[in-house]
């Protein structure tokens, strides 16, 4: 049983995309469980990260990054981005300090002036190793005409600047709680969706630029052999035939090229040895279709 002064609460990260937002809560929760990449928009779905100290337990929402949608992915990553904002007992608003305020920052500036609203709103600058101090100041200065920020700190999630000091900060807003997940657990996300994520992170990160969006990962199958070994099935699902050549490679050399990437993280997941198995299949305009996008996880209920 926990005591009565135990303290525990939801905390949304939200910000533009690339801002660091999921580099943050991997390194805070202590492992990986929300996939990064270069690529804008690379988180698609809500993922909790747990981190429980002595005391407390912080749940963070790590969302999409917010700009415009193009598709019905991208209205979808949208909305949940603004639902998480609800419930929660903080928003984590991040910037890139390297990148200063643009104008989807504005926009989304102007989103969280309206729909926060008692919720306390803490801003951290992002990055600020690769900014300068006037780059950092510019931000700061913008952010304190706005009433609703509380804080604003500028850290960076790369080398752990001032995290911390922000942990510290965003624990002073839980209330008394119960412990909402056991010790041990870093994430509500199943096995079989962090899998497909690891594989999608390494086809972000190998493919060329116009690819990346208009792929998705579905795990067929998941089997554990009576050596321990776990045989894993995936299928990596493009738009067009022309794409599906780029991401097989000549002689399948692309995709054992993911495949090796995404088998060394896949096993430390597992605990045990995995034989990988990737697929490529051609579903036109899928991020258009409600009932890919459902049967991708990008569930629209």
Known sequence: MRNSSYKSGFITIIGSPNVGKSTLMNLMVGQKISIVSERAQTTRNRIAGVVTRRGYQIVFLDTPGVTGAKNRLGEFMLRVAYESLKDVECILFMLDASKGIREMDEALIENLRRRAGGTPVIAAINKTDLAT?????????????????????????????????????????????????????????????????????????SLRQEIPHGIGVDIERITLREDGINDVNAVIYCERDSHKGIIIGRNGAMLKRIGSAARPEIETLFGTKVNLQLWVKVRPDWRNSANALRELGYNED
Do not use: C
Request: aromatic residues 6%.
């Open 133 to 205: 101090f006037d780059d950092i100041e510019t931000i700061r200065e913008r952010l304190e005409g706005e009433e609703f920020i509380k804080r604003i700190l500028p850290i960076s999630a790369e080398t752990g600047r001032n995290v911390d000091e922000l942990e510290r900060i965003l624990a002073g807003y839980l209330v008394e709680g119960p412990q909402y997940y056991p010790d041990d657990m870093v994430t509500d996300q199943p096995v079989r969706v962090i899998t497909a994520e690891i594989i999608r992170e390494k086809a972000l990160k």
